[in-house]
């Protein structure tokens, strides 16, 4: 049984500005695990950080948390131009996660934004709402116990999956699906499928490409990965995904460019990096779980 105490202790971590980076990050995914109204509470205080990485991984939490209790502040997030883009889009792709269609109107009014990444992540939003409510059940949980922006295509053939993915002519929720669908079947020919979604589409659809291929961690995508993130003319929103895939993968292939921009010129990148190498450290290492703050607060002193 977790005490009041406890997820306040990890929620002041989450919050304090002073830690490092990487140790906020496990504070929220310990939360974000624990669940419940207070858990979302605490999450839901950080959005006035200044970091733009952290604020797009609390969105990302809230909607995996699947909790109601979340929309309020998700749709104050989504509403807000003085946040990041990054941010914005992950509160709009969080609403849809839950999958409350109360919220189809507000998705639907931001469908238009001005900002791409915003206007398109509202448009598959609500597609997802549509789809669940068309056919009156959710798609399951996938493989990698999370909540995605769309539910995977039934073809199953690489093929097929592979041409519906890089086809720029086709609506964005039929690319998704097939996205998710190459990322369910794995194996080598899926992974290279995608990899090559890393120079297709949208800005949007490249950091959607990255974050699928990190939740594969298969070496096959890391020189396409490596040259992404190594780019200084892609978006910081793709190179920020393309850090992280690779301290998910977390081969010593991804250790020297992960420490090469550790020091980027771009917040988000460099911000990345420094999460991801502690990610590099926990999948190499002998820890039992990455979201370790209830372990921390237990531990005996």
């Not at 509403?79 to 999958?99: F, K, N």
């Not at 116990?145 to 519906?164: G, M």
């Amino acid at each position: 049984m977790v005490t009041e105490e406890e997820v306040a202790a990890i929620g002041r971590t989450l919050l304090d500005a002073a830690q490092p980076l990487p140790a906020r990050f496990r504070a929220l995914f310990t939360l974000r695990n624990l669940g419940g109204q207070a858990a979302v509470g605490w999450i839901s205080r950080a959005f006035g950080d200044s970091s733009a990485l952290l604020k797009h991984e609390l969105a990302y939490c809230l909607g995996q948390m699947g909790d109601e209790a979340a929309i309020p502040v998700l749709i104050q997030v989504l509403q807000d131009t003085s946040q990041e883009p990054m941010v914005r889009h992950e509160a709009g792709e969080a609403l849809g996660a839950i999958g409350n269609p109360d919220v189809l109107d507000i998705l639907k009014r931001y469908s238009e934004d001005p900002v791409v990444e915003v206007a398109e992540t509202c448009q598959l939003a609500v597609r997802r709402l549509e789809w669940l409510q068309e056919n009156k059940q959710d798609p399951g949980s996938s493989p990698y116990l999370s909540v995605d922006p769309a539910p995977p295509a039934e073809e199953t053939d690489v093929a097929e999956l592979r041409r519906a993915l890089l086809d720029e002519s086709r609506p964005l929720f039929e690319r998704y699906r097939a996205m998710f669908a190459l990322r369910n079947l794995g194996g080598p020919a899926a992974v290279l499928a995608l990899a090559e979604g890393l120079c297709a589409g949208s800005a949007l659809f490249r950091h959607e490409i990255g974050y699928v291929l990190g939740q594969l961690q298969h070496e096959a995508c890391v020189p396409q990965l490596t040259a992404a993130l190594r780019s200084r003319s892609e978006s910081p929103m793709v190179r920020h995904e393309c850090a992280e895939a690779l301290g998910a993968i977390a081969r010593p292939s991804c250790l020297e460019t992960l420490r090469a921009f550790a020091q980027d010129e771009e917040r988000v990148v460099r911000e990345s990096c420094q999460v991801a190498l502690d990610m590099y450290e926990y999948e190499n290492g002998a820890q039992f779980q990455y979201a370790d703050g209830l372990c921390k607060l237990q531990a005996p002193a």
